[in-house]
C-alpha cells in the first residue's frame, strides 16, 4: 500500500484544508481529529469512570505479546493501514485520546478531554478496541488512563506526547522540534508508564496522520510500527451521530481500521454512534477486534 506521502487528516473529507487548519489552530488536537470546543453536552465526571468495575472478557480476549510489521525500506518504521481483505471479516475500531501539551489550562476550565461514557459503553458492549493516547492526555486523566490498559478489552497505544505534527504541513497543527520527533515518541511511553498503564503496545498513530519519509526514518529507533486507517469516521466536530454511523458502516471492509474520539469536547456524538454501530457490525457478521488482531491475522 502506498505510505510514503502525507495522509489526509480524520477530520472529514469534506473539509478543505485551509478550512481544516482554521479549525486545528485554536483547537489545536486535530489528531485524527481532535480537540476542540465543538458543542458541549453532559459528560461523567472523571471520577465516574472508575465507578463501574471492568468487565473481564474470556482470557483469549487478551492478546499475547502484540505483533509488530518488519521495517520499511532501508530500515525505515513500517506503516498499516488495514487488515487482510480476503480473510475474516474483522474490523479495529480504533480511539484517539487526544490532548496537547499547551491545553491544561482549557482541561482546568472545565473543557472535557476525555469521554468515561464511551469507555463505559465500550465495556458493556464487549468491544475491544485500540486507544490511541498522548502523553498529555495519560498525565491529565492518569486513573482513567490506567483503568483503560488495566482492562483486558483494550490496548493502548502512542499518539505522541505533545499532538504537535511531525511532518507539515498538517492542518494547522504545530510542528514537532526539528531533530525531536523520536524523542516525542518516547516520551509519551514514559507518561504511560508513570501513570501505571499497562497493556501497551509498540504502535504509534502520527498527530493529523501527517508523515513523510524522513520522519519515518527518525523514529525508527523507536520501534513502532505506525498505524493509520481506512475508514474516517467524521466524528470529530459532529453534532449529530447519525452521519457518523452511517459513515462508518457504508466504509467498513474487512480488515478495516476506523478512526474514531475520546475526546468529548470535540468528538460529542462517537458514544452514541457506537451504540448504533457496534450491533449493525456484528449483525452483518463482523468480528469486532483490536489492530494487535489485524496484524497478527497478516
Not at 76 to 92: E, I, L, M, Q, W
Amino acid at each position: 500500500m502506498p505510505r510514503r506521502r502525507p495522509v489526509r487528516h480524520a477530520l472529514a473529507p469534506a473539509l478543505t484544508p485551509a478550512l481544516a487548519a482554521l479549525l486545528c489552530l485554536p483547537l489545536a488536537a486535530c489528531g485524527g481529529g481532535s480537540p476542540g470546543t465543538a458543542e458541549r453536552s453532559k459528560s461523567p465526571a472523571p471520577s465516574q469512570v472508575s465507578a463501574a468495575a471492568p468487565q473481564s472478557p474470556p482470557p483469549s480476549a487478551r492478546p499475547s505479546a502484540a505483533p509488530t510489521l518488519p521495517p520499511g525500506p532501508g530500515g525505515t518504521t513500517p506503516v498499516f493501514s488495514h487488515g487482510r481483505r480476503d480473510g475474516a471479516k474483522r474490523v479495529a475500531l480504533t480511539f484517539d485520546a487526544d490532548m496537547t501539551a499547551d491545553q491544561d489550562k482549557r482541561a482546568a476550565r472545565g473543557e472535557r478531554f476525555d469521554n468515561p461514557q464511551l469507555i463505559t459503553t465500550l465495556r458493556r458492549l464487549k468491544v475491544p478496541a485500540t486507544v490511541f493516547m498522548t502523553g498529555k492526555w495519560a498525565e491529565q486523566y492518569p486513573d482513567q488512563a490506567k483503568s483503560i490498559g488495566g482492562d483486558a478489552l483494550f490496548e493502548v497505544a502512542d499518539h505522541s506526547y505533545t499532538h504537535h505534527a511531525f511532518s507539515t504541513p498538517c492542518y494547522g497543527l504545530p510542528a514537532v522540534a526539528r531533530g525531536t520527533a523520536r524523542e516525542d515518541v518516547e516520551r509519551a511511553f514514559a507518561a504511560f508508564r508513570k501513570a501505571g498503564v499497562e497493556h501497551v503496545v509498540p504502535y504509534f498513530r502520527f498527530p493529523g496522520g501527517c508523515y513523510d519519509e524522513a520522519v519515518l526514518r527518525e523514529i525508527a529507533p523507536a520501534k513502532v510500527t505506525a498505524v493509520q486507517w481506512d475508514v474516517i469516521s467524521g466524528d470529530a466536530f459532529a453534532k449529530k451521530a447519525g452521519p457518523v454511523a452511517d459513515q462508518v458502516l457504508a466504509q467498513v471492509k474487512p480488515g478495516s481500521v476506523v478512526v474514531m474520539h475520546c475526546t468529548h469536547s470535540a468528538a460529542p456524538v462517537t458514544e452514541e454512534a457506537i451504540r448504533r454501530i457496534v450491533p449493525e457490525l456484528r449483525a452483518r457478521g463482523y468480528e469486532l477486534v483490536r489492530v494487535s488482531d489485524l496484524i497478527a491475522g497478516g
